[in-house]
Every structure is written in structure tokens, then in C-alpha cells.
């Protein structure tokens, strides 16, 4: 997948809410590294503010910001991503589980067919 190709979403206000009730929020100091390419997630992330480089190589490829949501598909399909992500300082990231998302879509017609929704994107 080609980085111009990752799959991020902009969450609308409502489902952001939602979503950051569910997980854990980090707000991170330093620049960090998130992941690295070739590994399968864990965990899906939630830009809450601030923002995340997104790598390849070593070089910045593209920049995503508060309302994102990444590594999804990766995480739902078990599948590495393919490129790195560094977390700049001040951002506030949230992490959800598979968990977190089996429970949505069992239990949360609304936020689940949101979801479904960007998924199918």
C-alpha cells in the first residue's frame, strides 16, 4: 500500500466523542515513536490533537492530525502496516482495542455503522 493510499479517517465530531470515551489517552511529550513498519497492531489510534508522521524510510510521507483515525484495517484484518508512525510532541493520542471495536459493532448500532461506513471506504 502506497503511502498516498493509507487509510485514515477524519471522524466528524459526534463519533470522536464516542470513540475517545472508549480508550486509553496518552499525551505524549516527545517525540515518540507509535509503530514500525511490518508491525500488526494492537491497537487502533485516535488523534485526539496534535499530530503523527507517517514514514517511510525514514522521511516524512504525509502528516495526519486531531480527528484521524489509523490502523484499523490493519488491526481488524490482522495485516502489518507498511510504513512507520512518529508522534509529535503535545499530541494526544487515544488507543482502541479489537475489543473495543468487537463491543461497537455488537452493541452500538449508531457508532457501528459509522465505522462500517469508513471502513467500506
Partial sequence: ???????????EDNTLHQLRERGEHITYTATSNLF???QI????YLVISGNIHLTKNK??????????L???KELLNNQP????AV???GSDICFLSRSD???IIENEDDLSDKISQLLAI
Fill in 101 to 103: 471495536f468487537n463491543e
Fill in 1 to 11: 500500500m502506497k503511502l498516498d493510499t493509507v487509510m485514515t479517517f477524519d471522524i
Fill in 70 to 72: 489509523l490502523g484499523v
Fill in 41 to 44: 497492531p494492537v491497537v487502533a
Fill in 87 to 89: 508522534i509529535m510532541p
Fill in 59 to 68: 522521511k516524512i510521507k504525509k502528516t495526519i492530525g486531531s480527528g484521524c
Fill in 36 to 38: 514500525y513498519e511490518g
Fill in 81 to 84: 502496516v507498511n510504513y512507520s
